[in-house]
């Protein structure tokens, strides 16, 4: 009845993660019984917390980013009666995610998921792009362009501050050494 599906997306710095606890954390206030999970991958700054780029943090389960990872994130949520669930990272679970968050927003849930629009090379994320399509809300957030300082839409990997090349691998998972947040004309993908 109540069940609702949100997706906060954007690239790095965005503030993707800040949003999503301020979220969780509204729905905390109005009583309901929410939860914080996070793909076991992003260990950037902590091993139980959602912790954002800012300082900000909250208490998360923390789950395998596999299928038995999907179904602990529909356990816990049914199991304990979480009535809203938030959802970090969520570009790093398999395709399974999607039907599951979308399940659980028709049985009555509100989920909260955020994730990245799109890699370092300017392609979607699977994974984002179809809870983008099934989401009740959307927040699309920007970034500041690190070189010019307009909204920033994507995110730059650097490897040694020069722009890593298309051949390099996708996931790597990194903070401010190896990414910048950048508008589209800064935006950079050499061949090799
Ligand atoms: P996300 O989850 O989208 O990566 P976070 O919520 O973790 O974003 O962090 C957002 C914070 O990152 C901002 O509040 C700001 O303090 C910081 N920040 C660092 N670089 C940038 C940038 N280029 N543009 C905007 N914010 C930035
Ligand atoms: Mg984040």
Wanted: proline fraction near 6%.
């Amino acid at each position: 009845p109540g069940g609702f599906l949100e997706v906060i997306t954007g690239p790095m710095f965005a503030g993707k993660t800040t949003e999503l606890i301020k979220r969780v954390e509204r729905q905390i206030f109005a009583k309901r019984k929410a939860a914080l999970f996070k793909p076991a991958i992003d260990n950037r700054y902590s091993e139980r917390e959602v912790v954002a780029h800012n300082g900000l943090r909250y208490e998360a389960f923390v789950v395998p980013t596999t299928e038995k990872g999907v179904e602990r994130i529909k356990e816990i949520t049914l199991n304990e009666g979480y009535e809203v669930i938030g959802i970090d990272e969520v570009q790093f679970f398999p395709m399974s995610v999607v039907e599951a968050l979308n399940e659980l927003a028709d049985q009555g849930i509100y989920v909260i998921a955020s994730g990245l629009n799109l890699d370092f090379k300017g392609d979607p994320f699977p994974v984002t792009k179809e809870l983008l399509v099934r989401a009740d809300n959307i927040v699309y957030l920007t970034a500041v362009c690190t070189v010019c300082g307009k909204p920033a839409t994507r995110s730059q990997r650097l490897i040694d501050g020069k722009p890593a090349p298309r051949n390099s691998p996708v996931i790597l998972v990194g903070g401010r050494e190896s990414y910048e947040a950048r508008c589209r004309e800064h935006h950079l993908v050499p061949d090799e």
